[in-house]
């Protein structure tokens, strides 16, 4: 029988995050009333430069509303990171089969290092947070950081190695 299943997950936003979209925008302002002073006299070539440096900051201050997707599709996790609600990318993509431990993550959880990728698809604070860790053949040890719900578990659990199955998601 076919598994497919898919969660869409939210990043919270920071303070970091807020002030980025504030500057963005305290910026994009600053930069408008100077090219209208300097170019007072061609207003219409002032004007059409405004437009262009508000749709910029419209696009650049977008890029800070992220979410990811989890999908579990036969054995396989994908996750896909999406900016915007428009361009969607895909960031990791790793067999179920091959995962080696699955631990509980909390805000003080060291990450591992040596990894040759490492994943935060989750915000950093996230209550339900678990650090998965996979040897990809040729890639080497991924990690990732993801806050399934409790069908993405069971479309992982239902593929995992039995002597990690028992354990998984505690």
């Given at each position: 029988?076919?598994?497919?299943?898919?969660?869409?997950?939210?990043?919270?936003?920071?303070?970091?995050?807020?002030?980025?979209?504030?500057?963005?925008?305290?910026?994009?302002?600053?930069?408008?009333?100077i090219?209208?002073?300097a170019?007072?006299?061609?207003?219409?070539?002032?004007?059409?430069?405004?437009i262009?440096?508000?749709?910029?900051?419209?696009?650049?201050?977008?890029?800070?509303?992220?979410?990811?997707?989890y999908?579990?599709?036969?054995?396989?996790?994908?996750?896909?990171?999406?900016?915007?609600?428009?361009?969607r990318k895909?960031?990791?993509?790793?067999?179920?089969?091959?995962?080696?431990?699955?631990?509980?993550?909390?805000?003080?959880?060291?990450?591992?290092?040596?990894?040759?990728?490492?994943?935060m698809?989750?915000?950093?604070?996230a209550?339900?947070?678990?650090?998965?860790?996979?040897?990809?053949?040729?890639?080497?040890?991924?990690?990732?950081?993801?806050?399934?719900?409790?069908?993405?578990?069971?479309?992982?659990?239902?593929?995992?190695?039995k002597?990690?199955?028992?354990?998984?998601?505690?």
């Amino acid at each position: 029988m076919d598994t497919f299943f898919e969660q869409i997950v939210s990043v919270k936003k920071t303070v970091k995050d807020y002030f980025a979209f504030v500057g963005i925008w305290f910026l994009a302002g600053i930069l408008s009333l100077i090219i209208l002073v300097a170019m007072g006299k061609y207003l219409p070539l002032a004007v059409t430069l405004i437009i262009f440096l508000i749709y910029g900051a419209l696009k650049i201050s977008q890029m800070l509303f992220i979410e990811y997707e989890y999908i579990v599709t036969n054995g396989t996790l994908d996750i896909d990171k999406i900016i915007a609600k428009s361009s969607r990318k895909r960031v990791m993509s790793l067999s179920i089969e091959n995962i080696s431990s699955i631990e509980k993550f909390h805000k003080g959880t060291k990450i591992p290092e040596g990894a040759y990728k490492k994943v935060m698809a989750c915000s950093f604070d996230a209550q339900d947070a678990f650090m998965v860790t996979a040897s990809m053949e040729g890639k080497g040890r991924q990690i990732l950081v993801f806050a399934p719900d409790d069908r993405i578990k069971e479309g992982i659990v239902k593929s995992l190695p039995k002597y990690i199955a028992n354990s998984a998601f505690k």
